[in-house]
Structure formats: structure tokens, C-alpha cells
């Protein structure tokens, strides 16, 4: 089965940056799109950025210029590195990875607080 984990989150002040890891396992990584999701208490779930298997991504607007994706085929790994953090930032943030319908995998998100 295949598995994807989340980590990297935690409290970190306005202004502050973050760096968040995805690694996936039982997975043949290069196939897959991967993407960050985030969900804020009582709001729904948004993407964030997205990466392809052949390297194009896409953001958000709100994140556009202080997030960055990127993967690592070597170590079956995605990162989101967050800089200029804002309070509207916070949220739990979902790894997911996509090869079409039958193959769409989440990991089990880590949170992102960011208060002063």
C-alpha cells in the first residue's frame, strides 16, 4: 500500500519560514503529480502548489512568491519550503500524490500555526 508522511509543521512567528517534507513509500514516484493542500478550521480544503512529473508547477495566489515545491526522485521526497509566514497561512497541510482516479494518495497532514 502505498503510504505518504507528512512532517516539518509547527508554531512559527509572522514573518517566519518553515520547511514541510512528504515521503512516499510502495509508490513509483516518478509517475505521480504531487501536491500540498491546505485546510484552516471551518474553511475547506485548498490547493496550495503542485509539481508534475515532469517538473511544472503551479501555485495559489495568496502563496505565489513566498512558497516553493520541489521533489527529489533520490529519496521519494517532496518539500514545500514556506518563507514569509502569515497568520492566514495557518492550517493543517496535506501531501498528495496523483497518477489519475485509481491511484490518488493522501498523507495525514501536519499543522502550521502561525501566531505570534
Known amino acids: 500500500q502505498v503510504q505518504l508522511v507528512d512532517s516539518g509543521g509547527g508554531l512559527v512567528q509572522p514573518g517566519g519560514s518553515l520547511r514541510l517534507s512528504c515521503t512516499a513509500s510502495r509508490i513509483t514516484f516518478n509517475i505521480y503529480t504531487f501536491a500540498w493542500y491546505r485546510q484552516a478550521p471551518g474553511k475547506e480544503r485548498e490547493l496550495v502548489a503542485s509539481i508534475t512529473s515532469g517538473g511544472k508547477i503551479n501555485y495559489a495566489g495568496s502563496v505565489e512568491g513566498r512558497f516553493t515545491i520541489s521533489r527529489d526522485s533520490t529519496k521519494n521526497a517532496v518539500y514545500l519550503q514556506m518563507t514569509s509566514l502569515k497568520p492566514e497561512d495557518t492550517a493543517v497541510y496535506y501531501c498528495?500524490?496523483?497518477?489519475?482516479?485509481?491511484?490518488?494518495?493522501w498523507g495525514q497532514g501536519t499543522q502550521v500555526t502561525v501566531s505570534s
Open positions: 498528495n500524490a496523483n497518477a489519475g482516479f485509481y491511484n490518488d494518495y
